[in-house]
């Protein structure tokens, strides 16, 4: 064998050897990019999932805040609806006229003299324009003790206080009226809203 044959083979053995690294530089490569495709598409697919679980814990939370906005909106509607009830009531009060006034002035004066000795002297109040109807009130023989001290800013009704006891009794429209609103203001709410 000549020099130049073994030159050849080992030439030949190198680009041989040369092929099957390249050949096998090429096969890890396309391993080392088919993987790294993998892990991006894993990696891809994980992102996606989170960003749709914080889209959805989004729209959790604005739809919570928009309950609650909305729950708040009807309970000031249903506030300004009770309140606007209430003046209303309390408007009908003060209009009461008559004898059906007078009537009432005497239930609850009659009321509140309970809290008092027969002997004690009772000084009354009532609104500026019921003056005139207590003086006539306190005029009868069964209210001698009885006197009309001054005003007092209701709807109507009477204050009562007795001058030893110190005892002072509220019969006023006003507390009869909250007495009986925080009584029935779930019946009157149920009627409102129809509320079974």
């Known amino acids: 064998m000549s020099l130049e044959t073994v030159v050849e083979d080992i030439r030949d053995e190198a680009r041989a050897r040369a092929e099957e690294i390249r050949q096998e530089g090429d096969a890890r490569a396309e391993e080392i990019v088919a993987e790294a495709e993998a892990e991006a598409e894993r990696i891809r697919e994980q992102r996606e999932r989170e960003v749709e679980r914080e889209i959805e814990q989004e729209r959790e939370q604005t739809l919570s805040a928009a309950k609650l906005e909305a729950k708040q909106k009807r309970l000031e509607a249903r506030r300004d609806v009770l309140e606007d009830v209430r003046d209303r009531v ?107």
Do not use: M, Q
Request: aromatic share 8%; glycine share 6%.
């Open 90 to 196: 309390e408007a009908a009060i003060a209009d009461i006229g008559g004898d059906r006034r007078e009537e009432l002035t005497r239930v609850l004066l009659d009321d509140a003299a309970e809290e008092f000795d027969d002997d004690e002297t009772i000084e009354v109040y009532c609104r500026p324009d019921d003056t005139d109807l207590v003086e006539t009130i306190l005029a009868d023989d069964d209210y001698a003790n009885f006197s009309h001290a001054g005003d007092y800013d209701c709807l109507g009704g009477v204050v009562v206080e007795g001058s030893s006891s110190r005892v002072r009794v509220n019969n006023t429209f006003d507390s009869v009226l909250e007495s009986v609103w925080e009584e029935h203001l779930k019946e009157i709410s149920a009627r409102l809203f129809d509320e079974a």
